[in-house]
């Protein structure tokens, strides 16, 4: 592997030694970044007796120190205080409201965790042996890769269609989505799109002279074993002989990838060399089970050929929906997904219109232009993401357990990539570490959300939601909901209600990219915090369905799934009013403090066993009070989205090797906060308010930390500078080219079988154009 010109260090045995974090070209490393690119192990460690127990006493603590918390300010302050005052009273239960919400969505995470500890400690890895019986007995399900990718940088997507394409699986088929305009706005966007365009065929042919001599090794010795109980010593040898080549190839492959940043010794160290390992530790196996002569049974020799041949054979194409006019138009990843699911399984035909090229399926009789697979599962997966060998294998082993009949979605939900760069990436990489334990023990409750990164998903679960409408001569089908920008959300709440269930499989088996700076983590983080109001209503909806029809929803089921889509928004307000409110003093109890030390302490502990430091803590409270405004902005979205009725549009995250600019009300509110924490601070040290006077100066401290670790003064002020300045500038629209009016040019435009269809479109313009 090429690290920027660097030769890899070996150790004095000849083995190869696991290169240091790279120095990167285009993004300075940070003081106080990640300083190991080492992830997580595969498997959790087994939670010991006391670590549970210690978990059930931090869920009993909150809960009496919530209950004596409310009892004694109801009766000292509300009972015993005949001189309150209506404002008083209002103030107080405001106050109530904001402990109460904030103590259950501590509560929750409590609970959460210790359903993710129950689940670990329940684990038992299936056994290899069990994994290749399974799929070798005439196994004839297919699985296809779904990547939707917009104007993706062509590495990233390279990254995850190798660690796509090395999946081992028997039938597995790779479709690359693109998502960029046909017509790209620029010479870079072009670029991208024709490179994006080369990535699947060059894959595909990589590995195909690989394949072909696995197959041709594997058709040799199922003719050496036919009617043989016992395999013969040359075929055992033979065997770990193409074992050794293709860990060999693997390795060849990583010693030439380029590194450039973090990811990249992710995916030479953990996608390819650690297959490569595995495949030596089979190799190796066999070696000496040719030393010591035991009978190996033919049909397990087969199956490790089998092995070898489903890691390297993979078919794979690209998919452009913007190429075609009879597909759905919307801009987001839902409709570029719908566009594709919605062919699956279809001959289809080309035809050409004069509004485009339209696919429809042949008349009998008639050849099709292309036959697009149809397949029983499909895997989700973003242009960002990676996954680990046995991904695949193991996610549909599970589906296909008896008593799993009903489970639509299995997924890994995703970790980060250890070594981030950047201060804040490494904290983000935090929380997604945490979230990554939370979502397993969503599962333990049956609470599952399904999270787009990465999921194995049954066609059948599919087809049970998808929606059917019409848009112009256009019928679009709906599987996944685009109706609000977390999608996949959305979906998980479709699949309950029609009976599905969705689980977490217990292991770290897929990886995704975390934002590296404050501008693409904003965008990011408004998106997340966008449409969880909008679902719970639905939810809601559903609930009452099911408790008529299919039967009850557990109490479990339904406070994590209600805390999982409104707790952005009730924990956003509550922390809002406790900055800028001041409350009265006599509001404030050492009750209300212990029932926030096991949460924080809890949290302490799983970032320690997530490999980062306790005190990391008070970093990601900084981290929230920085990002409080993107996720009001994103709640307010939800309440606009839910007035108008309107769609919002899809911003995906940006990955560039620059930073990427924040705007302007993102970076100005956190120093809004400190002067104004250190002007309650002031005021209430004058008056003796002592509890708000140190709750102010801390926020106050950390917020001030956070924008100078995790902003910078000089991007924050720039970035303020730079979008101020920007108001006062309205960009240049390009002048016809053909020096004619807009709505003379939409009818100039129009044939006449549009004519015919539409009615005079220029007339719909110029109305439009006249209610603006």
């Known amino acids: 592997m090429r690290m920027g010109g660097e030769t890899g260090r070996r150790s004095q045995t000849g083995g190869r030694v696991r290169p240091e974090i790279p120095v990167f070209t285009d993004r300075r490393r940070q003081h106080g970044a990640e300083r190991s690119a080492k992830p997580l192990a595969i498997i959790h460690p087994r939670p010991t007796a006391g670590n549970i127990v210690m978990g059930y006493v931090a869920i009993v603590v909150t809960i009496v120190s919530w209950c004596v918390y409310v009892i004694s300010t109801f009766v000292s302050i509300i009972l015993n205080n005949p001189y309150r005052t209506f404002r008083f009273t209002v103030e107080t239960g405001l106050y109530l409201l904001i402990v109460t919400t904030l103590c259950l969505s501590a509560l929750v995470y409590l609970i959460t965790r210790q359903g993710a500890l129950r689940r670990f400690l329940r684990h038992e890895r299936v056994p290899r042996e069990h994994l290749d019986e399974h799929f070798s007995h005439g196994y004839d399900k297919g699985l296809t890769v779904l990547i939707p990718s917009y104007v993706e940088q062509p590495r990233v997507v390279e990254k995850t269609i190798w660690s796509a394409a090395l999946q081992e699986f028997p039938d597995i088929a790779l479709v690359l989505l693109i998502d960029d305009p046909p017509i790209a706005a620029n010479e870079e966007n072009s670029d991208i799109l024709a490179r994006n365009r080369e990535v699947v065929p060059r894959v595909v042919a990589e590995l195909h002279g690989v394949s072909q001599r696995f197959s041709k090794a594997r058709a040799t010795a199922g003719l050496n074993l036919e009617g043989v109980r016992y395999a013969r010593t040359r075929v055992v040898s033979g065997c770990a002989e193409e074992y050794r080549a293709a860990a060999r190839w693997l390795d060849r ?33 066999l070696n000496e089970a040719v030393v010591e002569h035991p009978r190996l049974p033919s049909e397990r020799v087969l199956q490790l050929f089998n092995r070898l041949v489903w890691i390297f054979s993979v078919k794979g194409w690209s998919f452009e929906r913007k190429l075609y006019a009879s597909t759905p138009s919307e801009g987001n990843k839902a409709m570029n997904l719908n566009a594709f699911i919605a062919l699956m399984g279809h001959r289809l035909k080309r035809e050409e219109t004069d509004r485009g090229v339209y696919l429809r399926d042949v008349d009998p009789g008639e050849s099709p232009d292309f036959v697009v697979r149809d397949s029983e599962y499909v895997l989700t997966l973003d242009a960002d993401s990676m996954l680990l060998r046995d991904y695949c294998l193991r996610l549909v082993y599970l589906l296909e357990q008896p008593g799993n009949e009903r489970v639509a979605v299995a997924q890994t939900p995703y970790s980060s990539y250890r070594g981030a760069p950047t201060r804040i990436e490494r904290i983000a990489a935090a929380t997604t570490d945490i979230q990554h334990m939370l979502h397993q023990g969503l599962t333990y409750f049956d609470a599952t959300f399904w999270v787009g990164a990465n999921a194995v998903i ?4 599919l087809e049970d939601i998808v929606q059917v409408s019409t848009e112009g001569d256009r019928t679009v089908k709906t599987y996944i909901q685009d109706r609000t920008v977390i999608e996949d959300t959305e979906s998980s709440i479709d699949l309950g209600f029609h009976g599905w269930h969705l689980v977490n499989y217990p292991e770290r088996l897929s990886y995704s990219a975390t934002p590296p700076d404050f501008g693409s983590l904003v965008v990011q983080r408004r998106r997340w915090a966008n449409g969880g109001l909008l679902i719970v209503g639905k939810f809601f909806r559903q609930v009452r369905i099911r408790r008529r029809t299919s039967g009850n929803v557990s109490f479990g089921e339904f406070l994590l799934r209600t805390n999982y889509m409104v707790s952005i928004a009730w924990s956003s307000f509550g922390l809002m009013f406790l900055l800028a409110y001041p409350f009265d003093n006599r509001l404030l109890s050492p009750w209300v403090v212990l029932a926030a030390v096991p949460y ?15 005190t990391d803590i008070f970093r ?137 269809y539409f009615g005079d479109r220029a007339m719909i313009h110029d109305s439009r154009i006249r209610e603006s």
């Open 600 to 614: 924080f302490a809890m949290m302490a502990v799983d970032l320690k066993k997530n490999g980062y430091k306790r």
């Open 620 to 756: 990601i409270y900084g981290f929230n009070i920085v990002l409080l405004t993107v996720n009001l902005a994103g709640t307010f979205k939800s309440i606009e989205q839910g007035l108008t009725n309107a769609k919002i549009p899809f911003v995906r995250t940006p990955k560039v090797k620059d930073r990427t600019a924040s705007p302007p009300l993102y970076v100005l509110m956190p120093w809004a906060i400190v002067v104004f924490s250190c002007f309650v601070f002031y005021a209430d040290y004058l008056s003796h308010n002592w509890g708000n006077a140190v709750f102010a100066g801390f926020n106050a401290i950390v917020t001030l930390w956070a924008l100078v670790a995790y902003i910078g003064v000089w991007n924050s002020i720039r970035d303020a500078v730079m979008g101020i300045v920007s108001w006062f500038f309205v960009p240049d629209r390009p002048a016809s080219s053909t020096g004619k009016s807009t709505d003379r040019g939409v009818r100039d435009q129009q044939g006449w079988e549009d004519a015919l």
């Open 458 to 461: 049954r066609k059948r679960a």
């Open 253 to 285: 492959k990583a010693d030439s990838w380029v590194i450039e940043d973090h990811t990249d010794v992710f995916f030479c160290e953990h996608v390819l060399r650690d297959l490569a390992r595995d495949l030596r530790v089979t190799e190796q196996a």
